[in-house]
């Protein structure tokens, strides 16, 4: 019932309704002295999940996984209210620089004005992309979006939790761009919801929670009406995708718990990957 009711709420309602409805949880949160570097709940839109511990549990697997060095270049690709960068800010070194984007202007805002103030080597930039959830007058639509950056310019680049809201041109397109902003023998991370025998057999099972059934533009959505709301793409396609654009992947992939599998890391699949050397 709450989700029908909330595909109902135009977009343009849906933050003041939640700034209304987190009002008492964020005034008890100012009274108790929250810490400056974490944003309202109102004003978090990223989705669920507890704010600092997920920052926290992604840094771990930046370094630990992807061997993120503190004075490497890093992009942050679809940055939200700064739930990675945050964390990164104790960890990046004053030579080490980050730069993030996102198509939600009031979440890169809330960035500049408590994170850069305070890190002058932490950048945000908003993009004016077209969104049917969040963004429904963004004048550039995702395929055509060009990232500004130069190539060859990141030592690390993330996406957490955007192609799993992404159609295969809009993908394709950011992978593309990845490889080109990416340095060679630069390092990236991306999470999927990947389709293999595993969380097929768990769908069709009935088990899992998000149930991929429709169809849409050669991958599947769990709502047919709004199929950004959560994608998946089959394990094969997005592996092609990455040799397609130089980009080797890092054994083993580590899969996620959002099929209900047994043997997990994170929550969506983790896919590492290594930009090829030109011969």
Not at 92 to 118: A, P, R
Not at 179 to 189: E, I, T
Not at 226 to 231: D, G, K, L, M, R
Request: charged share 25%.
């Amino acid at each position: 019932m709450k989700k029908h009711i909330t595909k109902m709420i135009p977009a343009a309602l849906k933050p003041a309704l939640r700034k209304i409805y987190c009002f008492p949880i964020d005034l008890i949160d100012r009274l108790k002295g929250r810490d400056s570097l974490i944003p309202p709940r109102s004003l978090i839109f990223i989705g669920d999940g507890d704010f600092v511990k997920i920052g926290q549990e992604f840094k771990r697997y930046f370094i630990e996984l992807a061997d993120l060095q503190p004075d490497e270049r890093v992009l942050d690709v679809g940055c939200g209210i700064g739930r990675m960068a945050v964390p990164l800010t104790n960890y990046l070194s004053q030579e080490g620089k980050y730069w993030g984007f996102d198509i939600v202007k009031n979440g890169i805002e809330w960035c500049q004005t408590h994170i850069s103030s305070k890190f002058d080597n932490f950048h945000f930039q908003h993009a004016d992309i077209y969104n049917r959830n969040y963004t429904p007058n963004g004048k550039i639509q995702a395929e055509n979006f060009q990232f500004p950056y130069k190539k060859d310019y990141f030592d690390f680049i993330f996406l957490t939790s955007v192609f799993t809201h992404m159609l295969p041109s809009d993908l394709e397109n950011y992978m593309s761009e990845v490889s080109r902003v990416l340095r060679q023998g630069g390092r990236c991370l991306i999470t999927f919801f990947l389709l293999n025998e595993e969380s097929e057999d768990i769908i069709r099972a009935g088990r899992c929670a998000l149930d991929f059934k429709y169809k849409v533009d050669g991958c599947l959505t769990i709502d047919r009406d709004n199929p950004e709301s959560a994608i998946a793409y089959k394990e094969d396609f997005v592996k092609e995708l990455f040799g397609k654009y130089k980009l080797r992947i890092t054994q083993p992939i580590r899969y996620g718990s959002w099929c209900k599998r047994d043997t997990f890391l994170s929550y969506q699949d983790i896919i590492i990957a290594t930009k090829e050397h030109s011969n």
